[in-house]
């Protein structure tokens, strides 16, 4: 049976336990995949805002 943590750590001065579980290896394919499903949403999430918006936010930053 796998671990079900890769790390957990005791607090020395409390009564805390964190566990800390990392996310599953992804091949350089799937990793792409995430990328370019990511720059999409932002990219409809942009494209969803008027005119107005667009210019405000772009003056913004």
Aim: proline fraction near 3%.
């Amino acid at each position: 049976m796998e671990p079900k943590y890769n790390a957990t750590y005791y607090s020395k001065t409390g009564k805390s336990v964190v566990h800390v579980v990392a996310p599953a290896l992804v091949t350089t394919e799937e990793l792409e995949k995430q990328i370019r499903e990511f720059h999409y949403a932002g990219w409809k999430a942009w494209n969803s805002l008027s005119l107005e918006e667009c210019l405000r936010m772009n003056e913004e930053s």
